[in-house]
Each structure stands twice: as C-alpha cells, then as structure tokens.
C-alpha cells in the first residue's frame, strides 16, 4: 500500500500538526495550557524527545510560550501587522505621528530608549552616510514593546554633524520622531529602501527580546534617501519573527 505525506513525516511532526488543528480549532484557546510531555507520550505512544520536539515546532512558530514550571500554553499575544509601505508614507510622520504607533493601531506601545550616543559606526554604515573616516554619527538604539512584551530592537545611525543640536539627539524626538527632525532640516526622507532577511538572534538580542530557544529574527535595514539621493538615516531592526506579519501593499505599475 503506498505511503501518504503524513505517513512519511517525523512522528514529532504529526503531533505538531495535530496540536495546531486544535488550537486552530478553537479547542486550546489563547492562555489554554496544552498537553505536557507526559502526556503526548502517552497518547502518542513515543518518546520523550519526540514529545519535546514536536512542542518546540509550535514554540519556534509563535503559537504557543513555555512557561518554567508550568508548561506550554497558547500565546495571547496578537500578531502585530508591519504594513511595510503605508507606515513610512509621509502623512503619517509628517503629520507628526509615529510609525511604530501606527503598525498597533488600538494597542497600547511603549518605546524605551536604550541610549543616544556620538560613535565611530562600521565602515559599511558609515560609508551609507557620507560620512568621512572616523567620522561620528549619531547613534539612537531603542527597544520596542507591545502589551509589556519586547518585540523589536532598533538601532538608527545619522550623520552626527547634520543632526548636531536638534532633538534627534535628545531622548525625545518631538512629534513625528527622527523623520519629522529632518524635514525640519530640509533633509525630509523622500525615498526609502528595506532589506529583509532572517536569522538566529545572538544571545543578547535573545536576552533583550526575550525569546525562546529556536525563534528566529527578522533583521529590517531600512535606508532613508534625501530628495537629492543623500543617505540620511540607516536603521537596523531586528524583530521577534513569531510577533510579527510584514505586509506589502502596493500598485502594481
């Protein structure tokens, strides 16, 4: 008799699949605690690694949090929509609002500002910037949190002399942030550039995001283009991938 997919999928995966139809399902709800180990090796009749691997798939896909001691629930987190293009239009910033609030919509965010420092950055950045060597630029690294969890780093790089005695420099930016500033300067962003890849977090970033073993990130750098094509601020982002859906909407001419 010949064999179908599910047949010649890992056990572990099977278990998986089946405890996401029952979230899906409606079966496990946000906050529900789902069947521990020991109980998926009873049920399924399987090792205790099979178990385990089977609640890290749903761990590593954002659906589920372990908690020490208690075990494994389904996440109440809902996913936060990064509307890629829409959030960097400038009747968002220039209206003096936040694109950080604007991907959260009715949900309550909270930036902390982690530092604001004048730095020698890496020559890639640096070059990005015009910026001559050994140059400062400025340097704002901020931690993003969304009903009390962090969900994103970022680190924004400016050329230190433009930016000099504005408050880009200082902890709070004014209505509309860093875009706003500039435009104020006449260096408004009139074009923006993002590249998107993924990978694992190095520990500190996994610290600071608080996120488990085998989530990835998400790293968004986003340039920032002048209306004569000067670069004006480089900003590397790194995201908690199981927080987030990054959205695309454009015209397609």
């Known amino acids: 008799m010949p064999r179908n997919g599910a047949a010649r999928q890992p056990k572990y995966q099977r278990i998986a699949a089946a405890l996401k139809a029952a979230i899906e ?3 496990y709800g946000p906050g529900d605690r789902l069947p521990g180990e020991n109980d ?5 009749d399987v090792a205790r690694m099979t178990a385990r691997q089977a609640l890290g798939v749903l761990q590593a896909e954002g659906l589920t949090e372990a908690r020490k ?6 996440r109440e987190f809902r996913l936060i929509r990064r509307r ?4 960097l239009a400038a009747d968002v910033w220039g209206e003096g609002r936040s694109i950080w609030a604007a991907d959260t919509q009715d ?6 500002l982690v530092s604001v420092t004048e730095e020698v950055v890496p020559d890639a950045v640096g070059a990005l910037l015009g910026l001559a060597p050994g140059a400062p630029a400025c340097v704002r690294r901020r931690r993003f949190l969304l009903d009390g969890k962090p969900v994103m780093l970022a680190t924004s790089y400016l ?3 433009l930016v000099a005695g504005t408050p880009v420099t200082e902890p709070d930016t004014g209505p509309g942030g860093i875009y706003a500033r500039l435009a104020e300067l006449g260096q408004g962003p009139a074009r923006f550039r993002e590249e998107v890849r993924s990978r694992m977090p190095n520990a500190d970033e996994a610290a600071r995001l608080g996120l488990g073993a085998g989530t990835p990130v998400v790293l968004v750098v986003r340039t920032a283009f002048a209306e004569d094509g000067r670069v004006v601020e480089v900003n590397e982002m790194v995201l908690d991938s199981s927080a987030y859906v990054l959205e695309y909407d454009f015209e397609a001419r």
Not at 40 to 44: C, F, G, K, N, V
Not at 69 to 74: D, Q
């Open 25 to 27: 399902a409606g079966e």
């Open 40 to 44: 998926l090796m009873a049920t399924y």
């Open 69 to 74: 001691g208690a075990g494994v629930f389904v």
């Open 84 to 87: 890629g293009i829409q959030r």
């Open 107 to 112: 949900r309550d965010p909270e930036v902390e």
């Open 159 to 161: 050329d230190a002399a």
